[in-house]
């Protein structure tokens, strides 16, 4: 079975930056993609960026512009660099991915940002 293992979140001034990790471990084979989702409080959860297996990236609304998007095919691994962090960028970030034709999520890391 495949996990999914975030780390990375924690708390930010405005202005700073973060790099989130996610780390799939288990029997990893045939990876489409990988990226994250956002959930602020009382808000859907929202897509932030995704990453496919030929390295093609799209991003969401709240990762255009100051979010960035990379994968470690060898370690299973995608990153998601946060830069001009932003309090409205206050949420729970979970990392998703599609391994073996299955949609797996993490548990989330939350990353607030105030000052």
Same mark, same amino acid.
């Given at each position: 079975? @495949?996990?999914? =293992?975030?780390?990375? !979140?924690?708390?930010? *001034?405005?202005? #700073?930056?973060? &790099?989130?990790?996610? $780390?799939?471990?288990?029997? @990893?084979?045939? =990876?489409?993609?990988? !990226?994250?989702?956002? *959930?602020?409080? #009382?808000?859907? &959860?929202?897509?932030? $960026?995704?990453?496919?297996?030929?390295?093609?990236?799209?991003?969401?609304?709240?990762?255009?512009?100051?979010?960035?998007?990379? &994968?470690?095919?060898?370690?299973?691994?995608?990153?998601?660099?946060?830069?001009?962090?932003?309090?409205?960028?206050?949420?729970?970030?979970?990392?998703?991915?599609?391994?073996?034709?299955?949609?797996?999520?993490?548990?989330?890391?939350?990353?607030?940002?105030?000052?």
């Amino acid at each position: 079975q @495949v996990q999914l =293992v975030e780390s990375g !979140g924690g708390l930010v *001034q405005p202005g #700073g930056s973060l &790099r989130l990790s996610c $780390a799939a471990s288990g029997s @990893v084979f045939s =990876v489409s993609f990988m !990226g994250w989702y956002r *959930q602020g409080a #009382g808000k859907q &959860r929202e897509l932030v $960026a995704r990453i496919f297996s030929g390295g093609t990236t799209i991003y969401g609304d709240p990762g255009k512009g100051r979010f960035t998007i990379s &994968r470690d095919n060898a370690k299973n691994t995608v990153y998601l660099q946060m830069n001009s962090l932003k309090p409205e960028d206050t949420a729970v970030y979970y990392c998703n991915a599609r391994i073996g034709g299955n949609e797996i999520w993490g548990q989330g890391t939350l990353v607030t940002v105030s000052s």
